[in-house]
Structures are given as C-alpha cells and as structure tokens.
C-alpha cells in the first residue's frame, strides 16, 4: 500500500548545472582554506596576518551560508534579521581582541 | 452582533496577514533563528577566547626556537602538529587541516541531499546522507585522538614556574602554556563537538526516515532543508574555530 504510493512519486531529473555549481563553492572553500595554510607558513605573526586571517575567514563563512544555507536567494527581511545581529558580533570579536591587548598592556 | 474583523490587504500586503512574509516555512524560519541564538553562544566562548589571549604574553622569539612553557601563550602550530600513527614526526596543523577538509566535504554532500529532496529523489537523498553521517561520524573520531594526544601532552613535558614537570593539559594544568589556553581549548571544541554529535543523530534520523519513506508521504523532504541548516551551520563554527583557535 505505502510502496505503490512511493512508487507514484514522479523524480525530477538531476540539472547539472545546479550540482556544477555546489561543487564549485566546494572547491573555492578548499582553495581559500589552503591559502591559509600557505599563509601561515610563510608570512610573518603579527597584525597583518591576523587581518587576513579574519578577512578570508569571513569570505568562506559569506559562501557557506549564502551558497550553501542559501541565504542569498531569500527575502530581503530574512537576510538582514540574519544578517545585523551577525555583523554586531563579528565587531565585537575584533574589538575584544584590542581590548585583550589593552589590557596586557595595562598588566604589564 | 458580530465583530468583523478587516484585514487591509491593498496597503503594504505581505506583513498584512495571511502569507509568510519571509517566504519560508514556519520550521526553517525558526531553525534560523535558533542558528542565530547558538551563534550567539559559540562567538561568547569565541570573543572570551579572543580576550584572554591577547591579554597574555605572546612568545617573542623565533618561531623555529620555539619552546613550550606556561609563562607565554604558545603558537598553535607548535601544539597541534602531531598526526596519528607517525610518531615523532612535525607536521603542523596537517591533522587539523585535514579534519577541516573532511568537514567541508561533509558540508557537500549535505547540500546534495538538500538538492536531492527537492527533485524527490529518494535514492539520491539517502546516499547523500549517508555519506554525510560518514563524514561527521570521521571529523568526530579524528577529534577524539587529538584530545586524547593534547591531554597526554608530550613525552619531554615541560618544567613550570616552580620547577615541576607538567605531561599533557587538563582544567588545571597545561604543558602548552597558561591554563586557561587548555581550558580554552576543551570548552570551544567540545561544545562544537558536542554539535557536530548532535547533528550526526539528527542527520541519522533524516536518514532513517528517507530510507522508510516518510518524506515521500509526506510529499515534501523540507525536513532534509532544516537538518541541512543545521549541518552546514556547524561546519561554519568550525571555520571560525580554525582560524580563531589554530591559525592566529
């Protein structure tokens, strides 16, 4: 009974392009993931390294979840509700960061 | 006499009434809100972590002299670069870089499931699945050896300010450095941890009910959306862990 009922389900072949496209975020995550590697081997600890850091971070967070968790292609409304209180946080992250060296500086 | 209420559907219609203004779903408008909240929790231990660091004494010298010692914060590629069955051998950061990888692809296959349950297609969906479970269930195990090998430290160990030898990390004491970096470690990754469990049992759940059919009674596999939400969030926290935790 529940087996002819599944069977009854029509399948809608798989477009190509679509799954192209995920493999291809797949392989920007990857590339932008190596880059850090190679970054962190080869250039100097300090401010600048940990800015890029930062920045490619936020570049493979802003295509997991527009591509991925498809944010891009949601209503305007969703996007920013997401979108505020995550950016507010983002900053609060760096400014606690300056805040813990002004403090060592303080002890010190 | 009746009270009859009018809803003004000509001014401003989609917060009027009657539609989803977000044009999702009820589920996933609110497992969107749930990932904000958990964001909320994973940057308070994240931004804690941020602090405490740069308030502590960073090394100084060379990276290749590096020693560890409890005075300073350590480099992170100096404490994690061990690799399961290659003893002795440096490689930094290659273990974590790979379990990176294996979240990642993990992330994939998750959104092929996603794209599978939308054309109905229940084989796809359960191989996917599948091999998401697998890919978690691998970023798990490969997280278990490398708590155990961070808390069963180093053989040399290291020799702390009052000149006791101190083997591996636990809550109290650390041979990678201060305390609190031990501390640190094992309440950022084990709550993500705890996450990425927690997903593999929603994600075997999903799974089980693809393979008996309910979605394809159901007439719709949203719930493969939701979980997909859910996965693909871990996988971001991750990505903040890696750079905030190994890389600076």
């Known amino acids: ?108 | 006499m009746a009270t009859i209420v009018e809803i003004d559907t000509t001014t401003n219609s989609r917060w009027g009434g009657g539609v989803a203004p977000m044009n999702v779903s009820y589920g996933k408008l609110m497992m969107w809100f749930f990932l904000l909240s958990d964001a909320f929790s994973f940057s308070a231990l994240l931004i804690t972590y941020g602090l405490i660091r740069y308030s502590h004494p960073a090394y100084q010298g060379a990276v290749s002299e590096f020693e560890f010692s409890t005075e300073y914060w350590p480099i992170p590629e100096m404490v994690f670069e061990a690799l399961p069955f290659l003893h002795g051998v440096h490689a930094p950061l290659i273990f974590v870089g790979i379990m990176t990888f294996i979240l990642i692809l993990s992330s994939v296959t998750m959104v092929l499931a996603v794209e599978a349950g939308h054309r109905m297609d229940r084989k796809a969906v359960i191989k996917w699945m599948l091999w998401t479970i697998i890919g978690g269930l691998t970023f798990l195990a490969c997280q278990a050896w490398e708590w155990s090998h961070f808390i069963h430290g180093t053989a040399e160990g290291t020799v702390n300010a009052i000149g006791e030898t101190i083997y591996g990390a636990n809550l109290t004491e650390n041979q990678y450095g201060p305390p609190l970096f031990a501390s640190l470690f094992f309440f950022i990754t084990g709550f993500h941890g705890f996450h990425v469990f927690s997903g593999v049992v929603i994600n075997f759940i999903v799974f089980f009910n693809a393979v008996v059919g309910t979605y394809d009674k159901r007439g719709h596999y949203e719930m493969v959306e939701k979980t997909g939400l859910y996965w693909h969030f871990v996988d971001l926290v991750w990505v903040f862990v890696f750079t905030l935790f190994y890389l600076i």
Request: aromatic content about 10%; glycine content about 2%.
């Open chain 1, 1 to 108: 009974m529940s087996h002819e009922e599944t069977n009854n389900i029509q399948v809608i072949p798989e477009d190509k392009e679509k799954t192209k496209k995920i493999w291809k975020v797949a392989a920007i995550l990857a590339i932008v993931t190596i880059i850090e590697f190679i970054f962190a081997f080869t250039l100097p600890r300090g401010i600048i390294l940990v800015s890029i850091f930062l920045g490619l971070t936020v570049v493979k967070a802003f295509y997991i979840v527009a591509e991925f968790m498809h944010l891009k292609h949601e209503q305007k409304a969703l996007i920013w509700s997401i979108m505020i209180p995550t950016i507010l946080i983002l900053w609060l992250v760096v400014a606690l960061m300056v805040e813990g060296t002004a403090i060592f500086n303080i002890r010190n």
